[in-house]
């Protein structure tokens, strides 16, 4: 085996930390020479002899790293909600690397790690303005989409035990017996989701858990996709043959707005205990809205997160808004048996946690689907403890302001549409979170709009539809916000772009 050469190894740390940290100089995308170049670097074939840990390195920043884009490290890539890095979490996230821990069974004497991600948790609970002695119970995951997942198989466990409980029968754990065993035991012919314009990622979780694709269902207003109705909400919890869990969006992933108010949710609380329901909350970048304060100039966001704590369980991503590394989100669950009825490794004496004095840390491959898990709690600890709650907040309100900035630079403009269409300026930037949506007027523009922009190499934005037309959204969430800096760069990308007049890198 190669010995490490300080000298190689302090040169080859120093690059990652300024490609990580310094201001992103590339193109937001690589440029064609540099993907070439990777793409030709990789190896058809594992070698017998292995180049050794320098050149390997070599090969990887001098190779395959150009042709990485800017998602995390440019503050101007706007394509989906990705956000970045803070210093805090890479920092940490080394920490994880170097030591390697296996976050798995709560053993006191054994690790410190298991308490630091139960501490990790409550900061979060902390963070977002929730009661400790309610929600201090969950665990992190990849993800909202595996949030969500833990999300809608914690509900199926609930609904079908209540079903159970109703019909007569001791067959009530899908966990023990079976979706197909409880089901049938239970009288019932089917299993649904009921949202308003849900995450594909809860589709992806109904087809895991074998409700099905199809059982998730839009129960919106005609007039707002967004809304629920709560009367034909209603005449679907009232089916006795069928049980329910009820999804909200809490930031909705083409506009950003949320789908209930305090009111709304404590509507469907109702509703959900009066039918044996689960309440389900996706609020994966929604969800940090309750990180801002009372002030007018965000009233619209802070109602549109009222009333989440009545939810049955929260999913959210740590890797958008707050800015960690991927992959990490989380998951908090009111009902503290839940996860375990469903996660837990039976008859595995190996795993079991020893008795001693302390707080009741679970394990976490009893809660969660993996049972060897990264250290991505310590990212999350270590960015909140270095930001606090006003520094998130002071993050957050940079990316709403400069969301803000360009949806009304937006709705002023002669060639673009601001989405949703509304009548009022004023409006329309009052109910901006953090995603703008918009489009061209001229069809043929708007038809290679997305491509136009992303040609450019110095913004990226996501194409989406809306309202059977095609659209561009630009997802603000990166930690170096500046919202002089960027609004400039936008506006000119954007102006150059309606005026025929963009850029495009190789033609500076």
């Not at 909600?81 to 296996?102: E, I, R």
């Not at 989701?193 to 409700?211: C, D, F, M, Q």
């Not at 709705?411 to 949506?437: C, N, Q, W």
Request: glycine share 8%; aromatic share 8%.
């Amino acid at each position: 085996m190669e010995p490490v050469n300080p000298r190689h190894r302090d040169a080859s740390h120093q690059r990652l930390r300024e490609a990580a940290l310094d201001p992103w100089d590339s193109g937001v995308l690589p440029n064609t020479e540099s993907l070439n170049r990777a793409q030709a670097s990789l190896p058809r074939a594992l070698p017998n002899e292995g180049i050794g840990l320098t050149l390997t390195q070599r090969h990887i920043l001098d190779d395959i790293a150009p042709g990485f884009n800017g998602a995390s490290a440019s503050p101007n890539y706007y394509g989906f909600v990705t956000g970045g890095v803070t210093p805090a979490a890479l920092f940490a996230d080394n920490v994880v690397s170097a030591f390697d821990q296996n976050v798995q069974v709560h053993l006191p004497g054994h690790s410190i790690v298991t308490d630091v991600e139960f501490n990790a948790l409550g900061l979060l609970v902390d963070l977002f303005a929730l009661d400790r002695s309610v929600w201090h119970r969950g665990t992190f995951t990849t993800g909202a989409s595996a949030s969500n997942l833990l999300g809608l198989a914690c509900g199926r466990e609930f609904v079908l035990r209540a079903a159970a409980a109703r019909n007569g029968t001791s067959i009530d754990s899908v966990g023990e017996y079976g979706l197909f065993e409880v089901m049938q035991a239970s009288g019932l012919s089917g299993l649904q989701v009921l949202s308003t314009l849900p995450h594909s990622s809860l589709a992806k979780a109904a087809s895991i858990l074998g409700v099905g694709r199809a059982n998730v269902r839009n129960i919106c207003h005609d007039d707002n996709p967004l809304r629920f109705d709560i009367q034909a909400l209603e005449t679907e919890l009232r089916k006795s043959d069928k049980a329910s869990i009820v999804a909200v969006s809490c930031g909705e992933v083409n506009t950003g707005r949320f789908a209930a108010c305090a009111n709304d949710m404590r509507a469907l609380r109702d509703l959900c205990d009066q039918y044996g329901a689960w309440l389900h909350v996706d609020g994966a970048f929604g969800i940090f809205g309750r990180v801002l304060d009372d002030s007018p100039e965000f009233r619209s966001i802070t109602l549109g997160c009222e009333g989440l704590e009545l939810a049955d369980s929260i999913a959210g991503d740590a890797h958008k808004l707050l800015n960690v590394p991927y992959d990490c989100g989380f998951f908090f669950c009111r009902h503290p048996c839940e996860a375990n009825n469903v996660f837990q490794n039976a008859n595995a004496a190996y795993l079991k946690t020893g008795t001693y004095a302390g707080p009741s840390v679970p394990s976490p491959l009893n809660i969660g689907v993996e049972n060897s898990r990264r250290f991505r709690a310590l990212p999350v600890y270590a960015s909140l403890l270095s930001y606090g709650r006003i520094g998130y907040r002071t993050m957050l309100q940079k990316q709403i302001r400069l969301a803000r900035m360009i949806a009304g630079w937006l709705f002023d403009h002669s060639e673009y549409i601001s989405l949703p269409a509304m009548s009022a300026k004023g409006e329309l930037l009052d109910r901006t979170y953090i995603i703008v949506l918009f489009s061209a007027k001229d069809e043929r523009l708007n038809q290679e709009l997305a491509t136009r922009i992303n040609e450019t190499s110095k913004m990226f934005v996501s194409g989406t539809s809306w309202q059977g037309r095609q659209a561009c959204r630009i997802a603000i969430s990166n930690w170096k916000v500046d919202e002089g800096r960027d609004f400039a760069l936008v506006t000119s990308v954007l102006e150059g772009v309606a005026t025929g007049k963009s850029e495009r890198p190789d033609e500076v």
